[in-house]
């Protein structure tokens, strides 16, 4: 349905697409990940010439853009796209948000264009905020009527960049569902997204994009299990899980606990798991007594919620928490209080610690 044959991009000096050929078959869901600026948006708004490609060949049906005699006006018409902020008309009520283009682009009737705007306002779960105005509704609410405003116009293919990025993390489900459903009901999709969890469920493919061209390609479970490139796996556990490295009794707490709260954010942990993170990788580290080679990590699981802090250290074999002889064990008493389970093993010269950590949730991030 979609094709690009070496399709590049360039701003002046700026080389963001270079040798991007790709298909994406009628019914297909491929998902767009990558690290930012890697041109995952250039490429996506370059498919539907939002941006004039440098150099290459877009085909879509077999029709190329490139080609003077295409129509390309039209065939545009058969792409909606749904942005990260929505863009809806904010002095139009969200019928007429639907109905506009319909009866200006389609020559439908008003009343016949209205009629197919309930029935979508119905399929997004929004046909009683028909008569609102945009501002009156959430994040969440916006982008479904963004994404009933593409499907009014009868689009084949819907691409989406990163369409809840600007949401309140309590309103992404409501838009991934909307998203899940059209999936399932067979519409082509492509979807810029830094939802991993969804990315992995909801594709049949994903795009891995770096250095400017579609760097690995495979099934979710190829891309995210089993990353053939080097570039690839690092992204994959970058997002997956953090670490941070401590060479000296004199390390950066400060810098330490503000990783800690960044990857809390990134998967809208609450606030109150923050804090357990950051009280628990103070006491963990108040019971070491060799600093010079501690690696501290979090690995937090999407599927079932469960937290891992791993504490290694390289120095003789020792559990701190079973071996120190201690007349205060607070510390030790505080951290068994907050694990679920605790692991000791010492491998190759370091002792690992695994806490499953309890109670930790996700909601707003800290
Ligand atoms: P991503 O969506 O993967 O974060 P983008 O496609 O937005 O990346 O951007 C890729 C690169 O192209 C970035 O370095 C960005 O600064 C640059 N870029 C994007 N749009 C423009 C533009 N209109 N003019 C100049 N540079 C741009
Ligand atoms: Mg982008």
Redesign the pocket.
């Known amino acids: 349905m979609i094709k690009t044959k070496n399709l590049s991009k360039k ?1 002046g000096d ?1 080389v ?1 697409l270079k040798d991007v050929t790709a298909e994406i078959r009628k019914g297909e869901v491929v998902t767009v990940i ?1 690290p ?8 996506l708004r370059c498919l539907n010439l939002l941006e004039t490609p440098s150099g290459g060949t877009i085909y879509i049906n077999g029709v190329s853009l490139m080609d003077k005699s295409t129509n390309v006006a039209k065939i545009r018409q058969n792409m909606g796209m749904v942005f990260q902020s929505f863009n809806l008309y904010a002095h139009l009520t969200v019928l007429d948000n639907l109905t506009i283009g319909p009866v200006k682009l389609l020559g439908k009737s008003r009343s016949e264009a209205q009629a197919g705007a309930m029935d979508l306002l119905h399929l997004v779960g929004l046909a009683e905020k028909a008569r609102n105005f945009p501002d009156e509704l959430s994040g969440g609410q916006k982008q479904r009527v963004a994404i009933a405003r593409c499907l009014a116009m009868q689009t084949e293919i819907l691409l989406f960049d990163e369409p809840t990025s600007a949401l309140d993390p309590t309103m992404v489900s409501e838009v991934l569902a909307v998203i899940r459903r059209l999936a399932r009901e067979g519409m082509t999709m492509v979807i ?1 997204t830094h939802e991993m969890e969804f990315a992995r469920n909801i594709s049949d493919r994903v795009f891995y ?1 770096d250095e400017g061209i579609i760097y690995e390609e495979g099934t979710p479970q190829q891309v995210f299990e089993n990353p053939q490139k080097e570039k690839t796996r690092a992204f994959i556990n970058r997002i997956r899980s953090f670490t941070y490295h401590i060479t000296s009794r004199n390390y950066d707490l400060y810098a330490m606990n503000a990783e800690i709260e960044a990857f809390c954010d990134k998967h809208m942990l609450t606030a109150q798991s923050c804090n357990y993170l950051i009280s628990l990788a103070e006491e963990v580290l108040g019971l070491q007594s060799d600093f010079s080679d501690i690696n501290i990590s979090l690995s937090y699981s999407e599927k079932d919620g469960s937290l891992l802090f791993i504490c290694e250290s390289t120095c003789e074999e020792c559990n701190v928490l079973e071996d120190c002889k201690r007349e205060d064990d607070i510390g030790i008493k505080l951290i068994k209080s907050r694990c679920e389970s605790i692991d000791y093993k010492y491998e190759h010269g370091k002792n690992i610690l695994t806490l499953r950590v309890k109670g930790v949730s996700r909601g707003r991030g800290c």
């Open positions: 701003y700026l963001v990558g930012s600026g890697s041109g995952k948006s250039t490429f810029v994009m």
